[in-house]
């Protein structure tokens, strides 16, 4: 077992050491599994609806047999049938009890969906702000590729000072970089609540 453990464990630290190099990969990855958990969340929240309307047809069902069994108790007081009527009134009673209960389970669903339906709001909103990280991963890269080629450009001959703020400035690129990570690792931090 130690072995494959061993494996396991290198095969891990080379996969996190080549994630970080390559943040834009990371972030596709962290939009993918929102992706995942958008999915879920939108499947539960069909199920949930599901349960709700039958609940509501078994609340009307169980609302109409109450008011069927009350009928039959005035009915059989009327009739002067105590026979009929005490054991109408227990049966009336449970019905009602019955009732109070799928209410509130109804309750406790309704809360559900709600809460469902915010995590998904939630979901899609760290989803919208990964996708940002993503272009502006890839605008990066794509800056930094530019930068390196406009770099060797200017070490054959034409090599001129940095302005100030410049992206061909390579301490500019090591803090974007920085920067990038540093937003990547927050916005990890964050989805981990």
Do not use: C
């Not at 109450?66 to 005490?86: F, G, I, P, T, Y």
């Amino acid at each position: 077992m130690g072995l494959f453990e061993d494996l396991n464990s290198f095969l891990e630290s080379r996969l996190d050491e080549f994630m970080r190099n390559n943040p834009q990969l990371e972030l596709e990855v962290l939009e993918d599994n929102l992706r995942a958990q958008e999915d879920e969340a939108i499947k539960l929240l069909g199920d949930l609806k599901m349960r709700e309307k039958r609940l509501q047809d078994e609340i009307l069902t169980t609302a109409q047999e109450v008011q069927r069994w009350h009928e039959r108790v005035e009915k059989a007081k009327a009739a002067n049938r105590m026979d009929l009527a005490q054991p109408a009134e227990e049966r009336e009673a449970a019905l009602l009890r019955q009732g109070n209960q799928l209410w509130g389970q109804m309750e406790t669903l309704k809360q559900r969906v709600a809460e469902t339906l915010e995590l998904q709001k939630q979901i899609q909103a760290k989803r919208r702000e990964v996708q940002m990280k993503v272009s502006e991963a890839q605008a990066n890269r794509s800056t930094q590729q530019f930068n390196s080629s406009e770099q060797s450009w200017q070490n054959t001959g034409w090599n001129q000072p940095y302005p100030p703020g410049s992206s061909a400035d390579p301490l500019e690129q090591a803090f974007r970089k920085w920067e990038t990570d540093d937003e990547l690792e927050n916005l990890r931090r964050n989805m981990g609540k």
